[in-house]
């Protein structure tokens, strides 16, 4: 299984980025919408902060509380990707961010992208 995380760049705040992530299997090429999805940030010097996540196959979404009202995280399953639209951003957004994934009934994130970075300017 293999994670790829696009959408990230420089932004002044207030303005909009979307991320989305994508699983598939390296192999093959295939795309899978059946995994757990969570978006994760981490800033240098401070630990992986969960973001948002959507889960297989109920899409129960939960968000942390500084994005709470401001992220959306949506599955897209036309293209199999799990999206993070991120609205009002703000410097304290800065951050690598990073998609990860689970399988149905793991309660750990066993998959993890590389990050996109997304960085805030005042």
């Known amino acids: 299984v293999q994670l790829q995380a696009s959408g990230g760049g420089l932004v002044q705040a207030g303005d909009s980025l979307r991320l989305s992530c994508v699983v598939s299997?390296?192999?093959?090429?295939?795309?899978?919408?059946?995994?757990?999805t969570g978006w994760f940030r981490q800033v240098p010097g401070k630990e992986r902060e969960i973001v948002a996540s959507?889960?297989?196959?109920?899409?129960?979404?939960y968000y942390a509380d500084p994005v709470k009202g401001r992220f959306t995280i949506s599955r897209d399953k036309a293209k199999n990707t799990v999206d993070l639209q991120m609205n009002n951003l703000i410097p304290e957004d800065t951050a690598v961010y990073f998609c990860?994934?689970?399988?149905?009934?793991?309660?750990?994130?066993?998959?993890w992208g590389p990050g996109t970075l997304v960085t805030v300017s005042s």
């Open positions: 990860a994934a689970r399988a149905h009934m793991r309660t750990e994130y066993e998959y």
């Open positions: 299997d390296p192999a093959s090429g295939r795309t899978f919408g059946t995994y757990s």
């Open positions: 959507i889960t297989w196959p109920r899409n129960i979404k």
